[in-house]
């Protein structure tokens, strides 16, 4: 009825916003994403598929997603993802430009995907030997994987682990690997190395085409049913 709405201002201040569309080239998968990059570098990216959290780190907000055909890390280092994953949740619509650190792929986001799709998703890593591990680069970077009955030199055994070093890792067959401590905060770094065969799961990275491994926590290294049997 007439009168009804007297106390609302037909002239009320009219508020602005600024919208920014980004546009985007949808890829399905991060295998597509990870070949897309030799043809057209600065262009902005989209996983329209899930991707899963194997690993995040305060410093730079880095992270690691894989799907079933392979991983990517994602380089935050302004903050842009503000929404905050645990490992095991899968993520839509990973958007971003691409870029080579030291030879090693990285996704540098320029929207927030938003809130998980999933959560808890089981992540199983993939199992290799030293030997594999090394031929493994152009399958497995930034991928979860378990090196398999690998033991540490033991000049270091007994020794603290310290944060940015590269240990080597050895078999019963004499083939050798690179074990990175990459993150300082890891609950294992100032810990005593132990000695004997272990199965170490972690994130395949590569420093310009070495390939290495580093583990995210304590809970990375379980001892191996392989006894350690020395060479010589």
Known sequence: ?????????????????????????????????????????????????????????DYKNIKYVQDATAGIQIFDENGVITTI??????????????????????????????????????LTPIQLSIEEFNDGLADYESMLIEVMAAHFDETVV?????????????????????????????????????SGNQDITGVMIQYNGTVQIFAREMADFAPSDVPLIPIG
Not at 30 to 52: C, H, M, P, Q, S
């Open 1 to 57: 009825a007439p009168g009804n709405n007297a106390d609302i201002d037909p002239w009320s201040d009219i508020t602005e916003a600024t919208y920014t569309i980004v546009e985007t080239t949808p890829i399905a998968t991060i295998a597509e994403l990870r070949a897309a990059y030799a043809n057209k570098a600065d262009a902005v990216y989209t996983i329209t598929g899930e991707v899963f959290l194997t690993f995040k780190q």
């Open 85 to 122: 994953y645990d490992v095991g949740d899968g993520i839509l619509n990973l958007t971003g430009t691409l870029d080579l650190r030291n030879g090693l792929l990285r996704i540098t986001p320029v929207v927030d995907p938003g809130a998980a799709n999933t959560t808890n998703n089981t």
């Open 158 to 194: 007994g020794n603290d682990f310290t944060t940015g070093t590269n240990y080597t890792l050895s078999d019963n067959d004499g083939f050798e690997g690179v074990f990175r401590t990459e993150f300082y905060d890891a609950d294992y770094i100032n810990t005593p190395i132990t």
